[in-house]
């Protein structure tokens, strides 16, 4: 068995995680993952109480000013570094159109909402991913770490992925990674094809995800600059 | 001492290799493989005692599975073929000597007993047992060599030592009911049987022994610190105790003192008592008493205790181990976060370990590095059982 890899992963929910799962898998075919959970923490079914972090963008807000705290101001300080390769911490595009209000959070910088015209896409993730580094308490992303940005969300991946005929990807340029609401596609599918968001829907429908990667990769442009960063993070470390 | 514990194709093991100190915590999700792994030693501590067979496997505390179960099986999976083992590999070195096994037992005839395939026992580069493949035909393929030729050894031969210790491992999985004597105890064994029977008569050797023994004083000592509400705590003959019909009737049952209350209502048995105290007397046995095994292991050493006693007890049976004239070793599975907090591992004889599943369900066993950055963070603010907990260590369910 060649040398197992550590992917500890921060989501804003649990299909994400699936999605994402899946996703390593795709890029790394044959090699030996464990995967950790860090966020959300599997009791976080409810509003976050005390330390807890909580779901959703918030609870991936919570988690990075936690991690940064352990790791003395910054997470690429803490000791998870020591037990895992890889951090992943994802955060979907529409968040770049939120309030720090939205989220119940208590913030001095305002520097939510950030969204800018799209396409690009990228125009609205590269300001989102500043304000993830600023979260994580870091100026660049740090060595062993890997932000995911799906435009606009994680559902814009699913449907690539398993209705790679749907309409809305037909659009010419970036236009299904700017679709507001992808979401939305997945809850009006027809009754047969239709996919709860749930981790259990999620899971059943894991190996399509993983067989359908490379095309995902290959049209939607935030899937290929995860890829390929988490690719190069990757080669660093020995097999 | 087992240095390094090799396994291949056993259960979710399909290759692992730990290097083990003197006391091994391994932490993980609920069927990570924690049990599997104290279980693979279980397997080749019967086979060096000379034969692997559903009962010489019950008596160290294995579950007896049949060969579909014990041999890894894997489903195919992407850029991987679907493995199909032949044996089960397994191996142990230490002390400069060494034991390894291929064993072998097909999966559509089970038999009753498994087959030695290949055996090695080595004492530095020399083979003083070297069973190929093709011997299996000539000799009993069903016996272990190593466990017939041990008697040719001098007694301190560093191989011998290795196979002894191997050969008296065992898995506790200590239960409450047995521990109070209201149930039987499924393995006996001596001091304590393998769910914590006998523990009554196994107190009493040990209180015996502190006369002779300054580390017996000190382990009782230390054991009754850590039952606070206890002036003092023995064995008594059943008869001669206050306890209810509904106790099991065995010859002798544990007896504390209760401080708090009054003078001639203050004795109570086993029976009677808090469950954490029974399990800090039955660790404290394990550590103190002489015919206690050099080598076992605990599964879910944390049962029934409070979480500041688990850490408590845990950092004093540390000590125990450390500090014992006889140099003993222990594997101990736990999902109380508060244990690690009571672990010294600035020493590096004390190993703490993740156990995880990969994404395929292998079983990895990863030893938490311990260095100062940690060990800052682990005395401020962020102590080992939050950090495990937070998920910054492995090891922990992504349910």
């Known amino acids: 068995m060649s040398e197992v890899l550590h992917v500890a992963i921060v989501v804003e929910g649990p299909t994400d995680y699936v999605v994402l799962t899946a996703a390593v898998e795709a890029l790394l075919p044959g090699r030996e993952i464990v995967f950790t959970q860090l966020q959300p923490k599997s009791s976080e079914t409810l509003a976050p109480v005390g330390r807890e972090t909580g779901l959703g963008w918030a609870g991936v807000y919570r988690w990075c000013r936690q991690a940064s705290r352990e790791g003395g101001g910054r997470v690429s300080g803490s000791v998870l570094f020591g037990s895992h390769d890889v951090l992943i911490v994802q ?4 968040v770049a159109g939120k309030t720090y209000r939205s989220g119940h959070i208590e913030e001095d910088i305002q520097d939510l909402p950030c969204e800018r015209p799209c396409p690009p896409p990228s125009a609205t993730t590269n300001a989102l991913r500043q304000v993830v580094l600023r979260w994580m308490g870091e100026a660049a992303v740090p060595a062993g770490c890997v932000l995911c940005t799906p ?26 990674e700017c679709h507001a609401d992808p ?37 939607l442009s935030e899937a290929k600059r995860f890829s390929k960063e988490l690719l190069a993070q990757i080669a660093s470390k020995p097999q | 001492m087992i240095e390094t514990l090799s396994v291949r194709q056993f259960k979710s093991l399909e290759s692992v290799e730990v290097q083990l100190g003197h006391v091994n915590v391994f932490i993980g999700a609920n069927g990570s493989g924690k049990s599997n792994l104290l279980e693979a030693m279980g397997v080749l501590s019967a086979a060096a005692d000379g034969k692997v067979t559903d009962q010489s496997l019950q008596q160290r505390g294995v579950r007896p599975g049949v060969p579909a179960l014990y041999k890894s099986s894997f489903r195919k999976s992407a850029g991987k073929p679907a493995p199909r083992p032949l044996y089960i590999f ?20 089970p038999m009753p007993a498994w087959q030695f395939k290949t055996e090695s026992w080595k004492k530095g ?51 409450t009911g047995v521990l109070r004597g209201t149930a039987p105890e499924p393995q006996s064994r001596q001091p304590v049987g393998l769910s914590g029977g006998q523990l009554p008569a196994a ?7 502190r006369r002779e023994s300054k580390y017996a004083r000190r382990v009782s000592r230390e054991a009754l610190e850590l039952i606070d509400w206890a002036d003092s705590y023995g064995s008594r003959r059943a008869s001669r105790i206050p306890l209810s019909p509904a106790a099991a009737a065995s010859p002798r ?20 008592a808090s469950e954490g105290a029974l399990y800090v007397l039955f660790l404290a046995v394990l550590a103190a008493h002489e015919s206690s095994p050099t080598l076992c292991a605990v599964d879910n050493a944390d049962h029934g205790l ?26 101990l599975s736990t999902h109380n976060p508060l244990v690690l907090d009571g672990l010294p591992l600035k020493d590096d004889r004390v190993r703490l370990f993740t156990v995880s599943r990969t994404n395929t369900g292998r079983t990895t066993v990863k030893r938490v590095t311990i260095d100062e950055q940690l060990l800052a963070k682990a005395k401020g603010e962020y102590p080992l059982s939050q950090l495990w907990v937070m998920g910054h260590l492995g090891g922990i369910s992504n349910v």
């Open chain 1, 91 to 94: 955060v979907d595009a529409d």
């Open chain 1, 151 to 176: 435009s606009k969300s994680m559902e814009a991946w699913v449907i690539a992925a398993l209705f790679p005929n749907h309409r809305l990807l037909k659009q010419k340029g970036s236009g299904w």
């Open chain 1, 183 to 219: 979401e939305a596609q997945l809850s009006q599918r027809p009754k047969k094809s239709r996919i709860r968001k749930t981790r259990k829907d999620y899971q059943s429908k894991s190996e399509e995800f993983v067989r359908a990667w490379p095309a995902v990769r290959k049209g």
């Open chain 2, 90 to 109: 397994l191996s142990a070195a230490g002390g400069g000597a060494s034991y390894s096994v291929n064993l072998h037992n097909p999966l559509d005839r």
């Open chain 2, 125 to 175: 580069t020399q083979e003083l047992v070297r069973r190929p493949p093709a011997a299996s035909r000539r000799s009993n393929p069903e016996q272990g060599l190593a466990a017939l030729l041990a008697v040719e050894r001098a007694p301190t031969d560093p191989a011998l030592l290795l196979l002894k210790e191997l050969q008296g491992y065992v898995i506790y999985s200590p239960s």
């Open chain 2, 203 to 209: 107190i009493h050797q040990v209180l015996r022994s």
């Open chain 2, 253 to 272: 049952v544990v007896r504390f003192t209760d401080r708090y209350m009054a003078e001639d209502r203050n004795v109570l048995s086993g029976y009677d």
């Open chain 2, 306 to 331: 409070n979480p500041r006693l688990a850490r408590s007890l845990t950092s004093r049976l540390c000590e125990w181990y450390l500090k014992s004239p006889r140099p003993r070793q222990i594997l």
